[in-house]
């Protein structure tokens, strides 16, 4: 095997092998339950702001993006499965990468061109 095939090897078993990841849990407020405080230089807060928020439920776990895209390739070449993603798809996503940081570099606004 070349290195090349070892190293995807491992990338992938790396990947397919991590247990899902459990949604992270963020802390909400609805409108109804913003509180409205009233101010008081003179007097400490009553309410409590901490204890006012509720998290998120769990609906799902998260699937990993990039083990998406490999099951998805693997699928592809072991069943014939059309590929979701062509290889321009991925041309756009590395020429963003780099205009974003070119964007940054420079501090400025930069044209995304079509490939």
């Known amino acids: 095997m070349s290195r090349r095939a070892v190293l995807s090897l491992a990338l992938f078993l790396a990947v397919m092998l991590s ?3 459990p949604a992270a849990q963020s ?12 101010w008081d230089a003179n ?9 006012q928020w509720q998290e998120v439920p769990d609906i799902e ?11 998805q390739y ?4 072991a069943e014939g499965a059309p590929l979701r993603s ?4 991925g041309a756009k996503d590395v020429q ?15 044209d995304v061109p079509k490939l």
């Not at 062509?86 to 798809?89: A, D, G, H, V």
């Open 61 to 71: 776990p998260f699937k990993n993006s990039y083990r998406w895209g490999w099951e």
């Open 27 to 38: 802390p909400i407020q609805s409108c109804a339950a913003t509180p409205k405080p009233s």
């Open 74 to 77: 693997l699928r592809h070449v």
């Open 19 to 21: 247990p899902l990841m």
């Open 43 to 51: 007097a400490p807060q009553a309410m409590n702001f901490d204890e």
């Open 96 to 110: 963003l990468t780099e205009l974003c940081y070119q964007s940054d570099r420079e501090r400025r606004w930069v």
């Open 86 to 89: 062509p290889m321009l798809e």
